[in-house]
């Protein structure tokens, strides 16, 4: 049975930053990944990485944000700098299950930046 735990969310000023990080049990994971969804707009990816550990990012956060991956603790982070109001939204952990190929989502962790 596949479990994610996320922690890290909370309210920072603009310029701040803060980091996520989601833990995850049950199976063992290739692409782990963020997403995130602001109130009316749909959710998108933020960044994801591989197992070998490439990554890809949102343009909108190429430079402030890196994400990394302990294979170890099956756990992956979100460093984020640099914060901007228009970041605010509820953030995901995504990850894909190498057993059974499925995706799993995490509960969501709500990441305020105030102006």
């Known amino acids: 049975q596949v479990q994610l735990v996320e922690s890290g969310g909370g309210l920072v000023q603009a310029g701040g930053s803060l980091r996520l990080s989601c833990a995850a049990s049950?199976?063992?994971?290739?692409?782990m990944g963020w997403y995130r969804q602001a109130p009316g707009k749909q959710r998108e990816l933020v960044a994801g990485?591989?197992?070998?550990?490439?990554?890809n990012y949102a343009d909108s956060v190429k430079g402030r944000f890196t994400i990394s991956r302990d294979n170890a603790k099956n756990t992956v982070y979100l460093q984020m700098n640099s914060l901007k109001p228009e970041d605010t939204a509820v953030y995901y952990c995504?990850?894909?299950?190498?057993?059974?190929?499925?995706?799993?989502w995490g509960q969501g962790t709500q990441v305020t930046v105030s102006s």
């Open positions: 995504n990850v894909n299950s190498l057993i059974g190929s499925r995706a799993y």
């Open positions: 049950g199976s063992i994971f290739n692409v």
């Open positions: 990485i591989t197992r070998g550990g490439s990554t």
